[in-house]
């Protein structure tokens, strides 16, 4: 295998990366000392906008408070949380308690209404339905709900996909009420916060 950790020093052009989208860093299997190294790189390539998702919010929380404990992880490195439903609204409580200044909830895939999920302290929300054979349907009112509670408190969303068994319905064909919701959070550059 490759080592391709470093490869976004090298890149002059910024580009958006997402950091192990089929995977989880904060997975228990994954050693500080690695994790440790990505965020090293991320820390130095500041041409670049990372975005990292995770189910594991306890250990990103622990990870980064210990990381940046005196100041916010930069706004260069965007966190977030999966929340499918509700009752994973914890997850969202470990992101708030986070020393991060970009956080993120993923909704997808949208399995339920997230009710109770407050949406204080986020930066952006993306949504989407699932997609494939066995797809569950992705109520319209839930995400309907998402985007006004969002457009309310001023915090960017994004509806990916429709879901679906045979069509997905991304791209241009996600429209919520005639509308395409591609937004992203507006973020103000800064300084690496560790000493």
Same mark, same amino acid.
């Given at each position: 295998?490759?080592?391709?950790? =470093? +490869? ?11 950091? $192990?989208?089929?995977?989880? /860093?904060?997975?228990?299997?994954? @050693? ?6 990505? #965020? $090293? ?5 500041? +041409?670049?906008?990372?975005?990292? /998702?995770?189910?594991? %919010? ?12 005196? !100041?916010?992880?930069?706004?260069? *490195? ?7 439903? %509700?009752?994973? !609204? ?6 708030? !308690? ?12 949208? *399995? ?5 999920? %407050?949406?204080?302290? /986020? ?5 989407? =339905? ?6 569950? @349907? ?9 985007? $006004?509670?969002?457009? #309310? !408190? =001023?915090?960017? #969303?994004?509806?990916? +996909? ?7 319905? =991304?791209?241009?064909?996600?429209? /919520? $009420? ?10 103000? @550059? ?6």
């Amino acid at each position: 295998m490759i080592n391709r950790i =470093g +490869q976004p020093l090298s890149w002059k052009t910024g580009y958006r990366i997402f950091v $192990d989208s089929m995977s989880d /860093l904060f997975h228990r299997d994954v @050693p500080d000392a690695f994790i440790d190294r990505v #965020f $090293d790189v991320m820390e130095r390539a500041t +041409q670049h906008t990372y975005q990292l /998702l995770t189910k594991r %919010s306890e250990r990103m929380k622990r990870y980064v408070n210990r990381r940046y404990p005196n !100041a916010s992880c930069p706004g260069h *490195i965007w966190l977030g949380v999966s929340v499918e439903d %509700s009752r994973v !609204a914890w997850r969202v409580d470990d992101l708030r !308690a986070s020393n991060l200044e970009v956080r993120w909830i993923s909704a997808e895939p949208l *399995i339920g209404p997230l009710d109770a999920v %407050s949406l204080a302290g /986020l930066n952006w929300l993306v949504a989407g =339905g699932e997609s494939g054979k066995g797809a569950r @349907p992705m109520d319209l009112d839930w995400t309907r709900d998402l985007r $006004d509670r969002c457009v #309310f !408190a =001023g915090v960017a #969303f994004f509806l990916k +996909q429709l879901g679906g068994v045979h069509d997905k319905r =991304g791209g241009e064909k996600a429209l /919520l $009420d005639g509308r395409r919701w591609t937004e992203y959070p507006v973020v103000k @550059p800064t300084t690496i916060g560790r000493p």
